[in-house]
Nanobody
C-alpha cells in the first residue's frame, strides 16, 4: 500500500484545513486508516482512525469535536477535516494504514505516508 498525503498549509487559529491521503493498494488491503502527527520536540501522537469502508472512526481526545475523518472509496482517498484549529495543532501530519489492527500507536501501523505540514498561527 502506498499513501500520499497532501493539503497541509498555514492557517490562523480558529481556521480550517482539510488533509487528504490517497491510497493505492498493491498488496493486502489495509483495514484501518488514519492520521498521526508530530510536533517539533514532541513524540508522534495518534490523531484519528477510520476503517477502509469508513463506517467507524475514533479520535484523540484533544481533537474530538474539531476534527472529522472520512473516506471516499470511489477516489481511494481519506480526509481529515480540521476545524477550529489551535496553536497546539501545529505539527507534521502523517497518514497511516494497518492491515489488521485498530491502531492508536505507531507500533501497529504497517504503512506510512510522507508528512504534510500544518502550521497554526495566532
Amino acid at each position: 500500500v502506498q499513501l500520499q498525503a497532501s493539503g497541509g498549509g498555514s492557517v490562523q487559529a480558529g481556521g480550517s484545513l482539510r488533509l487528504s491521503c490517497t491510497t493505492s493498494r498493491r498488496t493486502s488491503r489495509p483495514v484501518f486508516l488514519g492520521w498521526f502527527r508530530q510536533a517539533p520536540g514532541k513524540e508522534r501522537e495518534f490523531v484519528a482512525r477510520t476503517t477502509w469502508s469508513g463506517d467507524t472512526s475514533s479520535y484523540a481526545h484533544n481533537v474530538k469535536g474539531r476534527f472529522s475523518i472520512s473516506r471516499d472509496n470511489a477516489k481511494n482517498t481519506m480526509y481529515l477535516q480540521m476545524n477550529n484549529l489551535v496553536l497546539d495543532d501545529t505539527a507534521l501530519y502523517y497518514c497511516a494504514a494497518s492491515i489488521d489492527y485498530p491502531f492508536i500507536t505507531g507500533n501497529h501501523v504497517n504503512y506510512w505516508g510522507q508528512g504534510t505540514q500544518v502550521t497554526v498561527s495566532s
